[in-house]
């Protein structure tokens, strides 16, 4: 039977970083809609068209554009086993539709580290994060910063701010979050699938307690 694995967690708590790690150790590809979209977005596509303003605003993508952009993404070939899912789902229309999904694929959502972070931290996090275009990997520039890549290459002519971490931008996506998303630690609470993680502690301890409630 796939095993999927939701990560939950607010702008800025980690859930790239951890992401990362959880897909190796599990063997299971990182499945990150922020992603998807940013890659859209720079090879022009139309869906990256429709989702620019969206998503520059700091605002949700609507709904079905989401749902359906992820059901493609899961019917690969490469996810017959899985996934860690980033960012995705975010609303409860959009948990609805993963549960309808997975159904299909014969899984279901087996476990939901939600990375808990306090809302004065994300900020923090999110001005100082610089990303890198190559591969796809995340720094920050006092709590994480950059030597190599985690291929051991050197990107650094790769490395770049997201649009979307301007200060207010930033401000709006949290708001957005906690209007829309949160309610989703409760849904997924009482399904008895939801794992906290403390978010509010450094990388190396929050993958350890991360991987902790894997097993
Ligand atoms: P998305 O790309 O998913 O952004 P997000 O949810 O806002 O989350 P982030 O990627 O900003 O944070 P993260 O939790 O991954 O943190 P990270 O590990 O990078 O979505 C972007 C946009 O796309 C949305 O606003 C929306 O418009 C659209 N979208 C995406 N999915 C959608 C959906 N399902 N429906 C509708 N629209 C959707 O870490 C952040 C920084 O902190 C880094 O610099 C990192 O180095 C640092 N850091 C990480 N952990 C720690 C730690 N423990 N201590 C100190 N620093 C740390
Ligand atoms: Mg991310």
């Known amino acids: 039977m796939p095993k999927y694995v939701v990560l939950l967690g607010a702008p800025g708590a980690g859930k790239g970083t951890q992401a990362v790690t959880i897909s190796e150790e599990m063997g299971l590809p990182h499945i990150s809609s922020g992603d998807i979209f940013r890659e859209n977005l720079k090879n022009e596509t139309e ?3 429709e989702a620019a303003q969206f998503i520059n605003a700091g605002e949700l993508v609507p709904d079905d554009l989401t749902i359906k952009m992820i059901e493609d993404r899961l019917s690969r070939e490469d996810c017959k086993d899985g996934a860690v899912l980033d960012g995705f789902p975010r609303t409860a229309p959009q948990a609805a539709a ?18 808990d972070v306090p809302t004065e931290e994300l900020v923090k996090r999110l001005s100082g994060r610089i990303v890198c275009k190559k591969c796809g990997a995340t720094f920050h520039k006092v709590f994480n910063p950059y030597t ?3 291929s051991g290459e050197d990107h650094s002519e790769f490395l770049y701010q997201r649009e979307d971490d301007k200060e207010e931008t930033v401000r709006n996506r949290i708001k957005v979050y906690l209007a829309n998303t949160s309610p989703l630690i409760e849904y997924y ?3 008895g699938v939801l794992a906290r993680v403390n978010g509010d502690q450094d990388i190396e301890a929050v993958r350890e307690d991360v991987l902790a409630v894997l097993k």
Request: proline share 7%; aromatic share 8%; net charge negative.
């Open 47 to 49: 869906l990256g068209k």
């Open 98 to 115: 993963l549960d309808e999904m997975l159904v299909k694929f014969d899984g279901q959502v087996d476990v939901v580290p939600f990375i």
């Open 148 to 150: 190599v890549c985690p």
């Open 189 to 191: 609470e009482n399904r």
